[in-house]
């Protein structure tokens, strides 16, 4: 009797001495009658006598909330906590536990620190996810991993086989070094792809790298049948502060692909360095290096000239000055000149670029000019940009129910041609009336705009541009009935001849809208005014906040239609899109999951 | 082939070590809407809350839906002003023993003055739901 009494104590002991090793880093644990979980919420709620446990301290209550996201919950309903009782609880589990009791009686009298009344979501909004689970037992550890006991899981509403325990949600990975599994998917384009990732979190070193292995060979896809790709990126510095070194690097078996880069950032109160260093190679072809560095002086807010270099330690180099000066917050000027010299197997270039530009915004107008000059220093020849825009504010006449908007412009260019320049020389003019609609009898809407450009090109041949666009709108409910003309001209006048083109195209459209659905459909008509092709698209939600997309085309003049795609679509956790439909141009059914 | 399915899942089940009669089911009233409108109409066998076109009116009526109750239930309203209870309401539903899946009941309030007010529902002594409100 002793011995058994003995082994029981021992037994005891060890179980004890287990759980508290198991629930150890847990931030709650609630036990309950009812306890639901959904996985897209990331959201508890409990009821019916809740025995639970926040940061080792006990609450007892008939319901409990809690959001692993917003780390803030709820206890209503007879709840006794520190040995007092209350009718709600509050809490938060941010960095310290802080709390709030308050009781409805003759007064509100509330107790411990004040907070704001968390969000509530109700069983019926849980139960809306996807995937949610009912269990007897929860825990929630420090980074959102969510483990329950006597689990009923739940998928699109309908139950699923029950288990004794299992893992909710993985949670995020802990903030120190780690590795764990990466990508797991399946694409037309990679074939099987899975990945290791190494995730780096040291004091000094933070960085995330990646190694996938893609397999294609066994799925008979185009392209490397098998290999891997290597990529990640890292900084080195004290956690919390500017790092002094950034790296980013790719590798892929798949033509032997290599990009390497070091970048350092160092910024000071006068002067801003950086240091960036570029390493690129591919099978059968050079590597490609480059070395780049800049520096700037930055004292004034105004004028803050900077100096870069760059250089692939042999032939080609790059050095720049370059400076904005910005005296008012309307006048903004940039300066600079660069000479460029880039050596590759087979071509040599020099070249020196200067280049100005200043922009003028007082309220009413904006006026914007900028000048190019670059020399080729090899072959001893220049190009020439300039160009000078003078934009006036839209005006409103007849009560804000007319736009109308002036714009000038002059633009000029010379660049070689042969042995001699081509220039152009083309000053122009624009203006552009808009509306924000007129009320036609029998509740239709009227919507007109027009565009007419100006142009003078070397100051012999002038075009004139006019472009309008008229639309009737009439609203029924969801549903927008709209008919659109739209009509261009063009013409051009060179001495006393008018040479021209004018096109009208004539639109319908029918277009069917609610809170969270919509469809439309388009019909187009040609010059003469007979069908050309319908255009119907639509995206509209069903049960399970599944939604179904559609696209077609169907061609008058083919009698047939061209394009079709349909499908059912699913957003899954937020993680994931599920796609299930059919494609009239591929001619099959398709599943397509695209991660978000 | 569907019976080898059937018979995996059977097996996953025994596997699961959970009986049906031991998984959680849900016991307890809840309260899925605590709404002020301007008032209810009957639309057949429904009642529709009518809702104020934006701000609270001063004659607010406190509209609620409860889910999953079991026998004689006690709905207990109490609205306070400044953190002092100012009005209390008792509504009594249902029959011993009887099972209600979807209740909705309402109650109309005094008219109050401009202020902010503090809704508190309890349901056979349990404070289920509290509501902050602003009338305008």
């Known amino acids: 009797m002793e011995r058994f009494t003995r082994s029981c104590w021992i037994r005891a002991l060890f179980f004890t001495v287990l759980s508290s090793l198991v629930l150890a880093g847990n931030l709650l644990e609630i036990k309950a009658p009812y306890i639901l979980y959904s996985q897209d919420h990331k959201y508890i709620y409990a009821c019916g006598g809740v025995e639970a446990k926040v940061a080792g301290k006990k609450i007892r209550s008939d319901y409990f909330y809690y959001s692993i996201r917003a780390k803030e919950g709820q206890a209503t309903g007879s709840v006794e906590f520190m040995e007092k009782k209350y009718d709600v609880l509050v809490f938060k589990l941010s960095k310290k536990f802080k709390w709030m009791g308050i009781n409805f009686g003759k007064k509100i009298e509330k107790a411990g620190s004040p907070l704001s009344m968390p969000k509530l979501r109700s069983p019926d909004e849980l139960k809306k996810a996807a995937v949610f689970f009912e269990a007897h037992r929860i825990t929630v550890g420090k980074y959102g991993k969510v483990k329950g006991w006597d689990v009923q899981p739940y998928v699109l509403g309908a139950p699923s086989i029950p288990l004794s325990s299992f893992i909710l949600d993985p949670g995020s990975p802990p903030p120190k070094t780690n590795i764990r599994p990466g990508t797991l998917r399946f694409t037309r384009q990679d074939g099987a792809m899975v990945g290791l990732v190494l995730d780096i979190k040291e004091k000094i070193y933070r960085g995330r790298y990646e190694t996938r292995y893609f397999e294609r060979g066994l799925f008979k896809l185009s392209g490397e049948p098998r290999g891997i790709i290597f990529s990640g990126y890292g900084s080195l510095g004290r956690k919390g502060k500017t790092s002094w070194l950034e790296n980013s690097l790719f590798y892929t078996t798949e033509g032997k692909y290599l990009d390497f880069s070091l970048y350092s950032r160092r910024e000071g109160k006068i002067f801003l360095f950086v240091l960036q260093n570029r390493v690129s190679s591919r099978q059968y072809e050079k590597p490609y290096y480059w070395l780049s560095s800049s520096l700037r002086f930055k004292k004034y807010r105004w004028f803050q000239p900077e100096i870069s270099l760059g250089w692939d330690y042999r032939s080609s180099y790059q050095i720049s000055l370059a400076t904005y000066i910005n005296p008012h917050p309307s006048l903004h000027m940039d300066l600079s000149w660069m000479k460029n010299q880039q050596v590759t197997s087979y071509t040599t270039t020099r070249t020196s670029t200067s280049s100005f530009h200043v922009s003028y915004n007082p309220s009413i107008f904006n006026f914007s000019a900028s000048a190019l000059l670059s020399r080729d220093l090899l072959e001893k020849t220049k190009r020439k940009d300039i160009s000078l825009n003078l934009n006036f504010r839209p005006l409103s006449l007849l009560q804000e129910s007319l736009s109308a908007g002036f714009q000038f412009f002059f633009m000029f260019s010379s660049f070689p041609y042969g042995n001699d320049y081509y220039e152009k020389l083309s000053p122009g003019m624009r203006v552009s009336l808009s509306s924000s609609g007129y009320s036609l009898p029998m509740g239709l809407i009227f919507l007109p705009s027009l565009d007419i450009n100006q142009t003078w090109e070397r100051g012999k041949i002038s075009w004139t541009e006019f472009n309008y666009f008229l639309s009737f709108q009439k609203e029924m409910g969801n549903l927008i009935l709209a008919l659109e003309i739209n009509g261009n001209s063009r013409y051009k006048l060179r001495q006393l001849w008018v040479e021209g083109t004018t096109n009208v195209f004539l639109n319908g459209r029918i277009r069917w809208r609610t809170a969270h659905s919509s469809a439309s459909a388009v019909f187009y008509f040609d010059r003469n005014m007979s069908l050309e092709r319908i255009n119907i698209r639509g995206d509209i939600s069903l049960f399970w906040e599944l939604s179904f997309r559609f696209f077609s085309l169907y061609n008058q003049r083919l009698r047939k239609i061209t394009i079709f795609e349909g499908y059912l679509e699913k957003n899954l956790r937020g993680a994931i899109k599920v796609q299930l439909g059919y494609s009239l141009s591929h001619k099959k059914y398709f599943i397509r999951i695209i991660p978000l | ?136």
């Open chain 2, 1 to 136: 082939m569907k019976k080898m399915v059937l018979l995996f899942l059977v097996l996953l089940g025994f596997i699961s070590c959970v009986s049906v009669k031991n998984l959680p089911q849900n016991p307890s009233p809840y309260i899925s809407k605590i709404d002020l409108v301007k008032g209810v109409k009957q639309e057949g066998e429904r009642i529709v809350p009518l809702p104020f076109k934006g701000k609270i009116g001063k004659k607010p009526m406190v509209f609620l839906i409860l889910k999953n109750a079991t026998g004689v239930n006690r709905v207990k309203i109490r609205l306070y002003s400044k953190k002092i209870l100012i009005e209390e309401y008792e509504i009594s539903f249902g029959k011993p023993g009887e099972y209600y899946s979807r209740v909705v009941l309402w109650q109309g309030l005094k008219a109050r003055k401009k202020g902010t007010y503090t809704l508190a529902i309890f349901v056979n002594r349990n404070l289920l739901g509290i509501k902050k409100f602003r009338i305008e």
